[in-house]
């Protein structure tokens, strides 16, 4: 189900995922959110997160983003995002998120590093 306020893409850019993330995420919309990360987790461990649409981050969407970490460091895969606009970018910046995550300025930039 779409809920108002987010739309989430996915498409297969081997060997990733790439999950769009369009709109806010917050606890209103993470469930729409945590099924397209769980079906992506279904075809592939490397999972790479498109922010570039992304306008709002709150707790509940680092909590997404942390557990596709985990799941995939336990499943021989990786966690990426991309072009993370600056509100984005600074939450996962002040949780230490950037710490373990890659952040890529660009989509090119992740497929081809």
């Known amino acids: 189900m779409q809920m108002p306020g987010l739309q ?4 297969r850019h081997d060997p990733y995922v790439v999950i769009t993330v369009l709109g806010d995420v917050d606890t209103t919309t993470i469930a729409q959110l945590q099924e397209h990360v769980e079906h992506a987790r279904r075809i592939s461990p490397h999972l790479l997160f498109d922010l570039a649409g992304m306008t ?17 460091r336990a499943n021989q895969g990786t966690v990426a995002v991309c072009s993370p606009r600056p509100s984005p970018r600074k939450v ?22």
């Open 92 to 113: 996962m910046e002040l949780v230490g998120l950037t710490g373990y995550i890659p952040v890529h300025d660009s989509l090119t930039e992740a497929l081809t590093s």
């Open 56 to 72: 709002f981050m709150d707790s509940a969407g680092i909590r997404v983003l942390l557990d596709a970490y985990n799941h995939a």
């Open 8 to 11: 989430v893409l996915t498409d």
